[in-house]
């Protein structure tokens, strides 16, 4: 079962400050074409297909894409000049080249860099060879380019870091369509997105499995996904989320005997590094 979406209705009233609103496309992804029959869970490729192309770049995005995912998972952060950038670090050293572009620099925080900056690194070398040169893209650039070849699941990073962030996301993912949702660790955060943006669905993710007060919390907060991690995770936990009206994701499912276990469990998505492996598991 995928996220559901209310009708699109009008554009979101929100207000950004000039930096931010460059950041938004001048012409939405155009929408969703209609939603593929499927039996068995969702197949979300975790910051794109991470286990094969290096993560949150557009190269991620294809070969998640090649490898069949529903959805392609990315984090967002913002510049120092307002710009949403796709990254999962609170710094760029793991991921890119700050320490030989920007000497002195690399353990700056990324909300410390322009976006001019940012595009100066390389965030492909790190992983192979093959990717020398992808750059870091920004919120807009992977809405566009993914278009509607699959779902976005996008997560929140540190939103203390970036107060507002959850109107400029919401204002660049544009009207609400099949397959889009927000997440992230930060309820508090996923209450400002679900007021900004009420149509997209809000997820709430947890690094242990959720009691029945923590559940019933979310749903009385609207969260329509609840996502705990692999060892959290089990049909009683997804039979609780489910009587509550909410949806079941969880995180990051990378063996084949995982894999095989939640898809038992009824779970409505998995995230993976690996895509197709889980996409075999699935059609098996």
Not at 134 to 140: N, Q
Request: charged residues 25%; proline residues 9%.
């Amino acid at each position: 079962m995928r996220p559901t979406c209310r009708p699109p209705g009008p554009p979101l009233p929100v207000s950004l400050d000039p930096a931010a609103r460059s950041a938004v496309p001048s012409v939405h992804a155009a929408p969703a074409e209609p939603e593929r029959a499927r039996t068995g869970p969702e197949v979300v490729a975790h910051r794109g297909a991470s286990g094969d192309s290096p993560e949150n770049t557009l190269a991620a995005v294809d070969e998640a894409l090649r490898q069949r995912a529903d959805t392609i998972e990315i984090d967002v952060r913002r510049t120092a000049d307002g710009h949403l950038v796709v990254l999962h670090d609170s710094t760029l050293t793991r991921t890119t080249d700050v320490e030989r572009v920007f000497p002195g620099r690399a353990p700056d925080p990324v909300g410390t860099f322009t976006l001019a900056e940012l595009k100066r690194l390389d965030a492909g070398s790190w992983f192979g060879p093959a990717f020398a040169g992808e750059p870091v893209p920004t919120l807009a650039e992977v809405v566009a380019h993914t278009g509607d070849r699959a779902g976005l699941l996008v997560e929140l990073k540190d939103t203390a870091h970036y107060p507002g962030i959850e109107q400029e996301v919401a204002a660049v993912l544009g009207a609400p369509r099949a397959g889009v949702a927000v997440q992230s660790f930060d309820h508090d955060t996923m209450r400002r997105f679900a007021e900004a943006a009420p149509d997209v669905p809000a997820g709430w993710l947890f690094d242990d499995r959720p009691g029945r007060a923590r559940l019933d919390e979310a749903a009385a907060a609207g969260a329509h996904q609840i996502t705990p991690g692999v060892e959290g995770t089990d049909a009683s936990l997804v039979a609780a989320v489910r009587i509550r009206g909410m949806e079941t994701g969880v995180y990051t499912v990378n063996t084949g005997s995982d894999m095989r276990r939640l898809r038992d469990t009824g779970v409505d998505r998995i995230i993976t590094d690996h895509p197709g492996r889980l996409r075999a598991v699935l059609d098996g």
